[in-house]
């Protein structure tokens, strides 16, 4: 009897221990971990706990995923269009440190602010709070890579995937990034472009008047619109956003306007357009062929370029 107690305690406290053995190796297992951000290496020690939002276009990578609930602050313009009712429900329940941008759409927050919730990752770099900045306090940030400063690479649909890939290795969450570009990559084979070659132009007007900005083909603008049928009037530029006259756009008298917006009422993103001098001389806006539509359904690659590409195949398609 004492030997078979004794046998079953050391099972009983050599199970224990390999419990907690398991439980340590599944908490640090693939770490450190280090990914490559607009030329910078990020290393990560364990997956991010506490997070920060400063752009929103994480945040359908972050719920596929399912490490929304690591974000334990945001900031800037989460318009409700963007997300399912799963995605708001979660965002619903993130605190919103402030939504202030400038006309540009740009935010608007000091670093004490950022700083003080104690993130162990940021997403997004602004104006005011550089990489560099957040660095020297031994916060990590990162960029969707398209948005990157003096980033002259050609982006496509591939640039939602590896970015899908790049956040699961940061969470350790790969098994789940490799099911949701499997699903991403099923959506595209379900897209039928019907642009029939018609020329196009996506725009951002700045509304109250200003200056009105174009996207070439270093923006994500320009393989949405190639894969929904049509071509870039500002293909040529290997600028990402430009700003541009109307002269010129009344040169290049596109058959398509797509308008993006951070924000606001659409009405008034068009009118900001076709209220400008000669506007009406545009084949676009004679054949009422302008389509506003929200920032992120087209820039930076993420998986609501998607969706906004399902929105204008749907928006322009034959009879439409």
């Known amino acids: 009897m004492k030997k078979a107690f004794w046998f079953a305690t050391l099972l009983l406290v050599a199970g224990c221990g390999a419990a ?8 640090g297992a693939g770490y450190p971990v280090t990914v490559t951000n607009c030329g ?10 506490r997070t920060v939002l400063l752009k929103s276009a994480a945040v359908p990578y972050l719920h596929d995923l399912g490490v929304l609930d690591r974000v334990t602050a945001r900031a800037g313009q989460y318009p409700k269009a963007y997300y399912d009712a799963a995605t708001l429900a979660e965002l619903d329940k993130i605190p919103l440190l402030t939504d202030k941008t400038d006309t540009s759409g740009h935010l608007q927050i000091s670093k004490e602010v950022v700083i003080s919730q104690q993130p ?17 306090v031994d916060i990590p940030l990162l960029e969707e890579p398209a948005l990157c400063e003096n980033n002259t690479a050609v982006p496509s649909f591939d640039d939602i995937y590896r970015q899908m890939q790049t956040y699961g290795k940061v969470f350790g969450r790969t098994a789940e990034a490799a099911t949701a570009v499997t699903a991403l990559k099923d959506r595209m084979t379900k897209i039928k472009s019907d642009g029939n070659g018609r020329t196009a132009a996506v725009l951002y007007p700045t ?14 603008a320009h393989p949405q619109l190639e894969a929904a049928g049509f071509k870039n009037v500002f293909g040529d530029s290997k600028e990402r956003v430009f700003e541009v006259t109307l002269e010129e756009l009344l040169g290049r008298n596109p058959d398509v306007l797509i308008l993006l917006y951070s924000d606001g009422d659409p009405a008034k993103v068009e009118q900001a357009l076709t209220g400008l001098p000669g506007a009406e001389k545009l084949k676009a ?10 920032f992120n359904f087209t820039e930076p690659p993420s998986p609501l370029s998607i969706d906004g590409l399902e929105k204008i195949v749907e928006r322009f398609k034959a009879g439409a």
Request: aromatic content about 6%; charged content about 20%.
């Open 20 to 27: 907690a053995d398991d439980s340590e190796a599944a908490a």
């Open 40 to 49: 910078v290496d990020v290393t990560f020690d364990k997956a991010p706990e």
């Open 120 to 136: 162990d990752l940021v997403f997004g770099e602004v104006d005011n709070l550089s990489r560099d900045t957040l660095s020297a």
């Open 207 to 220: 509304v109250g008047g200003g200056v009105t900005y174009a996207y070439g083909s270093t923006s994500m």
């Open 285 to 294: 806006v004679q054949n009422k062929n302008v389509m506003p539509q929200l």
